[in-house]
């Protein structure tokens, strides 16, 4: 595999209560995944909402410090966030918050009927990891096309 230059956009909670500010998120955010996705390079740049602009092969979302009574914000970004990602099956969606995953995203997916391979949550664990990898090595635009299947099954939204 040749490396290549991906474009990172990072989307992160302007909060920042309950854990590191912004800022810092940011900042770990980079670490982590210039390390997971060495050995490309990753140019990053910060926004303050979705949709990331056309040419980006990484947008990473944080929004696992929203705090409660906040979900119009929450569930509209859910929605650009799909349709983006439904757009673009090139590009890589990461949701670094499983609350916001499992309570947004797979609902918005449900709700839209999709199964798309190119959303994921990164919940820190090695599969995570081993899923960011294997998106860019079998991309198609290093390799074969890819299949609508989703890497992450979304778990039942409200119970039973």
């Given at each position: 595999?040749?490396?290549?230059?991906?474009k990172a956009?990072?989307?992160?909670?302007?909060?920042?209560?309950?854990?590191?500010g912004?800022?810092?998120?940011?900042?770990?955010?980079?670490?982590?995944?210039?390390?997971?996705?060495a050995?490309?390079?990753?140019?990053?740049?910060?926004?303050?909402?979705?949709?990331?602009?056309?040419?980006?092969?990484?947008?990473?979302?944080?929004?696992?410090?929203?705090?409660?009574?906040?979900?119009?914000?929450?569930?509209s970004?859910?929605?650009?966030?799909?349709?983006?990602?439904?757009?673009?099956?090139?590009?890589?969606?990461?949701i670094a918050?499983?609350?916001?995953?499992?309570?947004?995203?797979?609902?918005?997916?449900?709700?839209?009927?999709?199964?798309?391979?190119?959303i994921?949550?990164?919940?820190?664990?090695?599969?995570?990891?081993?899923?960011?990898?294997?998106?860019?090595e079998?991309?198609?635009?290093?390799?074969?096309?890819?299949?609508a299947?989703?890497?992450?099954?979304?778990?039942?939204?409200g119970?039973?």
């Amino acid at each position: 595999m040749k490396p290549r230059k991906l474009k990172a956009v990072i989307v992160v909670d302007l909060m920042g209560v309950f854990g590191p500010g912004p800022e810092e998120g940011v900042k770990a955010h980079k670490k982590s995944f210039t390390r997971v996705l060495a050995p490309h390079t990753v140019k990053f740049t910060r926004m303050y909402y979705p949709p990331p602009p056309e040419g980006t092969d990484l947008f990473i979302c944080d929004y696992g410090e929203m705090l409660p009574g906040c979900t119009d914000l929450l569930e509209s970004n859910a929605r650009e966030i799909c349709r983006w990602a439904q757009d673009h099956p090139s590009s890589l969606v990461v949701i670094a918050s499983s609350f916001t995953y499992e309570q947004q995203i797979a609902y918005e997916l449900a709700q839209r009927g999709l199964a798309l391979d190119n959303i994921i949550c990164d919940d820190g664990s090695q599969e995570a990891e081993d899923r960011i990898r294997a998106f860019f090595e079998l991309s198609p635009l290093v390799a074969k096309p890819r299949t609508a299947s989703c890497l992450i099954t979304p778990k039942k939204i409200g119970g039973g």
